[in-house]
């Protein structure tokens, strides 16, 4: 049975900074891994996927990365903003999707 | 273009009642999902359609019941709801099963 799990469960940086947010998955046989976002009380919104046989991918200030080998992914978040104070998820496509637990980010002004 | 739309918002249920929660999609998506989100523990799967006139059994199925409508609609009921079921509840629908997916804004039930 696929796990996915996520570390740090919660993270606080002061504006500016550069982050890097962890994901690990205990099943290699994946189809593609996602980056979401969830704001408070809100659902999920895409923020990048990786497909299985890519490396990275980026979207403005986001940078995903894959090593399916070692069942890791990073989220890298450059100059940090208020505004990308959320919780964060990573998912696994295998049959289904496979859900970490998130971390919850909060960046101070 | 509305997306991944769900009724209702919220909801209180006593035990042993039963409810129906609706979502509907307007991206002529093949694949719709249902999950429910608990604190500590993420999204679950509980039932996914990946097409028209398809169900199947995702992680925690027990207790729940769904329906695919038609190509817009996938429906999620709860036939005689438990306190165990208080959960967030998401829809989410998608070009593919291995495609990205888009979600809704989500359900919050609480069963006393």
């Known amino acids: 049975k696929q796990e996915v799990t996520q570390i740090p469960a919660a993270l606080s940086v002061p504006e500016g900074e550069n982050l890097v947010l962890n994901c690990s998955f205990t099943?290699?046989?994946?189809?593609?891994l996602q980056w979401f976002r969830q704001d408070p009380g809100k659902g999920l919104t895409s923020l990048l996927l990786i497909q299985s046989s890519q490396r990275e991918q980026t979207s403005g200030r986001l940078n995903a990365s894959l090593d399916k080998s070692s069942g890791r992914s990073t989220l890298y978040i450059a100059a940090s903003q208020p505004g990308d104070s959320a919780t964060y998820l990573c998912a696994v496509s295998g049959n289904m999707l496979t859900f970490g637990g998130g971390t919850r980010l909060m960046v101070k002004p | 273009n509305a997306g991944v739309t769900q009724t209702p918002k919220f909801q209180v249920l006593k035990t042993g009642q039963s409810m129906t929660l609706q979502c509907a999609q307007d991206?002529?998506?093949?694949?719709m999902y249902w999950y429910r989100q608990d604190p500590g523990m993420g999204l679950r799967l509980i039932y996914y359609?990946?097409?028209?006139?398809?169900?199947d059994k995702g992680e925690v199925p027990n207790g729940y019941n769904v329906s695919r409508l038609n190509k817009r609609e996938f429906s999620l009921r709860l036939e005689s709801a438990a306190p165990s079921q208080t959960s967030v509840y998401f829809c989410?629908?998608?070009?593919?099963?291995?495609?990205?997916?888009?979600f809704g804004p989500g359900t919050r039930l609480t069963v006393l």
């Open positions: 359609s990946a097409s028209e006139g398809t169900t």
């Open positions: 099943d290699s046989a994946i189809y593609n």
């Open positions: 989410a629908s998608g070009t593919f099963s291995t495609d990205t997916q888009y």
């Open positions: 991206m002529n998506h093949n694949s």
